[in-house]
T-cell receptor, first 109, second 114 residues
């Protein structure tokens, strides 16, 4: 079956760096997405990786290794507003999105 | 403003009383989808539509209906709601799923079925 694994919850300190991992096993691969979701709100797009390597976008970066079925989202200079859930989703060979359960990130002052 | 408009935001109903959750997008997107989100389970797809008059079942379609008569609208219908359909529902759209297009989500509908 298809599966996306990411940690349930992580805690980090304001101003620090945190890495949220995502491993996947899917039927084919057509890209990996990261979304941010604040409590009670809709998910919003953060990044998309389809080739191996690091994509940097301001304080956020996303890395992909297709051979290892692995991605991570790196958040730098953490701010209190970064407290949210981070969702990893993989597009399979049928162009359907397979979603992880999300990682709740708690930022402490 | 480019957006997905979903209504209502909150809905409390009773078992068996038919309801419709509306979803409309103003971005001329081909692809639209409905998800439900339950604690610890992540987003699960209910139905999706690749274009007008084309709809397909997602992972959890039982108890739901959809229609896509116009490109902009994709309503979710619960003919006879049951308590296990209590959940947070999201409508989403994208330009086209085969281009790695990002999803735009509506603000969500918190449904409680008593």
């Amino acid at each position: 079956g298809q599966n996306i694994d990411q940690p349930t919850e992580m805690t980090a300190t304001e101003g620090a760096i945190v890495q949220i991992n995502c491993t996947y096993q899917t039927s084919g691969f057509n890209g990996l997405f990261w979304y941010q979701q604040h409590a009670g709100e809709a998910p919003t797009f953060l990044s998309y990786n389809v080739l191996d390597g690091l994509e940097e976008k301001g304080r956020f970066s996303s890395f992909l290794s297709r051979s290892k079925g692995y991605s991570y989202l790196l958040l730098k200079e953490l701010q209190m507003k970064d407290s949210a859930s981070y969702l990893c989703a993989v597009m399979d060979s049928n162009y359907q999105l397979i979603w992880g359960a999300g990682t709740k990130l708690i930022i402490k002052p | 403003e480019a957006q997905v408009t979903q209504n209502p935001r909150y809905l409390i109903t009773v078992t068996g009383k038919k309801l419709t959750v509306t979803c409309s997008q103003n971005m001329n997107h081909e692809y639209m989808s409905w998800y439900r989100q339950d604690p610890g389970l992540g987003l699960r797809q209910i139905y999706y539509s690749m274009n007008v008059e084309v709809t397909d079942k997602g992972d959890v379609p039982e108890g739901y209906k959809v229609s896509r008569k116009e490109k902009r609208n994709f309503p979710l219908i619960l003919e006879s709601p049951s308590p296990n359909q209590t959940s947070l529902y999201f409508c989403a759209s994208s330009l086209s799923p085969d281009r790695g297009s990002k999803l735009f989500f509506g603000s969500g509908t918190q449904l409680s079925v008593l």
